[in-house]
Every structure is written in structure tokens, then in C-alpha cells.
């Protein structure tokens, strides 16, 4: 079963090093991989640029999108694997990995991850973050705030939800959540590569289990 991750731009750019342990990981397992990469700072920078010039809200989703799409594009030549323009909605992986950013206007690359695992029949998306998982407040905010072993697509969407606009920042989006949920697609929210392999092998993982 393909596995595919939600490789966040947080995680790219302020975990830099994990990346080679997480092409590392993927290499010494035998399912195929499809890598989706968020844009994190990147794509709020420009985003925030763009919106000097007044320029209307589905194009500064696209500015987005373009800065999704050139962190995929380093991580594809980095580690020599595919990269993709493909519709997330009819994916297909023939390769042992694949990586993508965005896609369409208003989405994020937890949507194209929620597709892309529907249209490959995968059940599970490993959201790789900053953060160690979903905790019930914001922890940056919040120095109580708790992390969650376990959360319901429906709670987590009631956590998070609020208004949709270019650049927002969710842990995973809920449109992605609600996809998920749709589809018997489960979620795991974590800072640690490991989990991966933990996950395979039938073990306990460190982050958020979301299902
Ligand atoms: P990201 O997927 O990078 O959002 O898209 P994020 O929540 O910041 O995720 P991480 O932290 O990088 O994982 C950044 C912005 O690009 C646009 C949206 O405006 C989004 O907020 N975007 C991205 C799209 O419009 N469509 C897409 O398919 C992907």
C-alpha cells in the first residue's frame, strides 16, 4: 500500500537534517511513497509580498501554490526522484517516490495529500510538522496545552476551523480532515521520521494518531 506524506514547509525548513533520514527511512522500505511539500515560510513571504500589489485572493493562493511547487522541486533534484504537476484527484505512482506541491487555488497540500491518498488507495498519511502532533491549544500560545495520542477527524475539525484565506497555517487542514473522514483515510501528526517506520512495522508512534 503506497504511503503518502504531507511533508510540511515548517518541517522542510526548520528540520532540515531529518530529510536525509527520512529518504534514508523510505529507501529501507518497501511500499511506494508519494511526497506532498508545503511552502511553510516560504509561501507566507511571498504571499504577504504579493498582497502589496493588490493582487486578487485566487492568484495569491497561486503565488502559494509556486512556492509549494519550488520546495518540491528541490526536494526532487536533491534526491533525484520524480516530480509532478499531476491532479492529485487521479494520481497514479509508479515510481518507488513521487513529489508534488500544490495544486489548486483555495487548497493546501494536506487537501492534495487527502486526494492523493484517496486516488491511490492508501489508508494513511504521515503529516510530517514542526510540531510533535496535535495538542488541545495552541502550544505556542498555551504553555499547558497537551499533546493528544488520539483524535477524532471531527474534534480536530471543531479544533481548527476557521475562516480560509492564502497563507493560513493549520496543523492539518480540516477540508483535508473532512476528506480523510470520507474516505477512511487515517492521519498521523508528527515532528519525528521514525514514526514512519513505526507505523509499518505495527508499533506505537510518537505523534498524533488522527482517525
Ligand atoms: P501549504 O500547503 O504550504 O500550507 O500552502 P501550510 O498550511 O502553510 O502548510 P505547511 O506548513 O507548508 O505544510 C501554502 C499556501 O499555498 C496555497 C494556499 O494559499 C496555502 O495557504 N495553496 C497551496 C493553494 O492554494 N493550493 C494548494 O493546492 C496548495
Same mark, same amino acid.
Given at each position: @500500500?503506497?504511503? *503518502?506524506?504531507?511533508?510540511?514547509?515548517?518541517?522542510?525548513?526548520?528540520?532540515?537534517?531529518?530529510?536525509?533520514?527520512?529518504? /534514508?527511512?523510505?529507501?529501507?522500505?518497501?511500499?511506494?511513497?508519494?511526497? *506532498?511539500?508545503?511552502?511553510?515560510?516560504?509561501? #507566507?513571504?511571498?504571499?504577504?509580498? +504579493?498582497?502589496?500589489?493588490?493582487?486578487?485572493?485566487?492568484?495569491?493562493?497561486?503565488?502559494?501554490?509556486?512556492?509549494? #511547487?519550488?520546495?518540491?522541486?528541490?526536494?526532487? @533534484?536533491?534526491?533525484?526522484?520524480?516530480?509532478?504537476?499531476?491532479?492529485?484527484?487521479?494520481?497514479?505512482?509508479?515510481?518507488? *517516490?513521487?513529489?508534488?506541491?500544490?495544486?489548486?487555488?483555495?487548497?493546501?497540500?494536506?487537501? &492534495?495529500?487527502?486526494? +492523493?491518498?484517496?486516488?491511490?488507495?492508501?489508508?494513511?498519511?504521515?503529516?510530517?510538522?514542526?510540531?510533535?502532533?496535535?495538542?488541545?491549544?495552541?502550544?505556542?500560545?498555551?504553555?499547558? +496545552?497537551?499533546?493528544?495520542?488520539?483524535?477524532?477527524?471531527?474534534?480536530?475539525?471543531?479544533?481548527?476551523?476557521?475562516?480560509?484565506?492564502?497563507? +493560513?497555517?493549520?496543523?492539518?487542514?480540516?477540508?483535508?480532515?473532512?476528506? &480523510?473522514?470520507?474516505?477512511?483515510?487515517? *492521519?498521523?501528526?508528527?515532528? /519525528?521520521?521514525?514514526?514512519?517506520?513505526?507505523?509499518?512495522?505495527?508499533?506505537?508512534?510518537?505523534?498524533?494518531?488522527?482517525?
Amino acid at each position: @500500500m503506497p504511503i *503518502v506524506i504531507s511533508l510540511g514547509g515548517s518541517f522542510l525548513f526548520e528540520k532540515r537534517n531529518e530529510i536525509d533520514n527520512l529518504f /534514508d527511512l523510505i529507501n529501507h522500505i518497501k511500499d511506494k511513497f508519494l511526497i *506532498v511539500v508545503g511552502g511553510g515560510v516560504l509561501a #507566507r513571504e511571498y504571499i504577504n509580498f +504579493a498582497k502589496q500589489f493588490k493582487i486578487e485572493e485566487e492568484n495569491l493562493h497561486y503565488i502559494g501554490i509556486l512556492s509549494t #511547487r519550488i520546495n518540491a522541486r528541490i526536494i526532487s @533534484m536533491a534526491y533525484n526522484v520524480k516530480y509532478s504537476e499531476e491532479d492529485p484527484r487521479k494520481l497514479k505512482l509508479h515510481e518507488k *517516490v513521487k513529489v508534488m506541491g500544490g495544486y489548486l487555488p483555495g487548497w493546501t497540500t494536506d487537501v &492534495c495529500a487527502a486526494y +492523493a491518498a484517496k486516488s491511490l488507495k492508501s489508508k494513511i498519511i504521515v503529516n510530517l510538522s514542526k510540531e510533535k502532533g496535535v495538542y488541545d491549544k495552541d502550544p505556542n500560545k498555551f504553555k499547558d +496545552a497537551k499533546l493528544l495520542k488520539l483524535i477524532s477527524f471531527s474534534a480536530l475539525i471543531k479544533l481548527v476551523n476557521e475562516k480560509r484565506y492564502p497563507g +493560513a497555517n493549520y496543523i492539518f487542514d480540516p477540508l483535508a480532515a473532512e476528506i &480523510c473522514r470520507k474516505n477512511n483515510i487515517s *492521519v498521523i501528526v508528527t515532528n /519525528d521520521v521514525e514514526d514512519i517506520r513505526k507505523y509499518v512495522d505495527g508499533k506505537k508512534v510518537n505523534g498524533t494518531i488522527i482517525i
